[in-house]
T-cell receptor, first 116, second 120 residues
Framework: AQKVTQAQTEISVVEKEDVTLDCVYETRDTTYYLFWYKQPPSGELVFLIRRNSFDEQNEISGRYSWNFQKSTSSFNFTITASQVVDSAVYFCALSESQGGSEKLVFGKGTKLTVNP | DAGVIQSPRHEVTEMGQEVTLRCKPISGHDYLFWYRQTMMRGLELLIYFNNNVPIDDSGMPEDRFSAKMPNASFSTLKIQPSEPRDSAVYFC??????????????????FGPGTRLTVL
């Protein structure tokens, strides 16, 4: 069965610090998809990134970067020079390809607080 | 372009009452999902539709919950009768499967703003 573990329940940093949010997943599929979503205090879920299991290239988008390592089943998310507006709960999610299911399995989330 | 639209944004009702949550997916999307978020259980998939047909309702907690998708632009999640333990945030999401582009795999689910349900 697929599973996503976000071991860090809460993280608190001071503005301009770099912070990494960990995500470890379990799956038996060779083809799968990984996602990160952001949930700010306003409550909506905002899509950040989607990766498929065939693409292990790291990705950078502004201050955000993602490190995908199949060898350790991890898909970690780093925010460089954090800002107060980055304060949110961040969710990692996994979707498998086989079986035709569209299910997304979410981790429990990591609450990030960036203090001024 | 408009994102996923949900209504109402907040609903307060009394135990035993019927509650109907509504969702309008992104135009052109062929998958629609209903999720529930609680502190205890996190984000749970309740049911999803493909081309208006329910595909997997294994996450629906019990018979008090039902969902319909009468057309490509509208879905409802109904709870009858409601109970205090149904209090949660209910999200609707939609996606479009790009078969050619993604080797038959998953495309991104885009979420609505959610409906915060409180059952007293």
């Amino acid at each position: 069965a697929q599973k996503v573990t976000q071991a860090q329940t809460e993280i608190s940093v001071v503005e301009k610090e770099d912070v990494t949010l960990d995500c470890v997943y379990e799956t038996r599929d060779t083809t799968y998809y990984l996602f990160w979503y952001k949930q700010p205090p306003s409550g909506e879920l905002v899509f950040l990134i989607r990766r498929n299991s065939f693409d292990e290239q790291n990705e950078i988008s502004g201050r955000y970067s993602w490190n995908f390592q199949k060898s350790t089943s991890s898909f970690n998310f780093t925010i460089t020079a954090s800002q107060v507006v980055d304060s949110a709960v961040y969710f990692c999610a996994l979707s498998e390809s086989q079986g035709g299911s569209e299910k997304l399995v979410f981790g429990k989330g990591t609450k990030l607080t960036v203090n001024p | 372009d408009a994102g996923v639209i949900q209504s109402p944004r907040h609903e307060v009702t009394e135990m035993g009452q019927e509650v109907t949550l509504r969702c309008k997916p992104i135009s052109g999307h062929d998958y629609l999902f209903w999720y529930r978020q609680t502190m205890m259980r996190g984000l749970e998939l309740l049911i999803y539709f493909n081309n208006n047909v329910p595909i997997d309702d294994s996450g629906m907690p019990e018979d008090r919950f039902s969902a319909k998708m009468p057309n490509a632009s509208f879905s409802t999640l109904k709870i009858q009768p409601s109970e205090p333990r149904d209090s949660a945030v209910y999200f609707c999401a939609s996606s479009f499967r790009h078969l050619a582009a993604s080797k038959g795999g998953r495309d991104t689910q885009y979420f609505g703003p959610g409906t915060r349900l409180t059952v007293l």
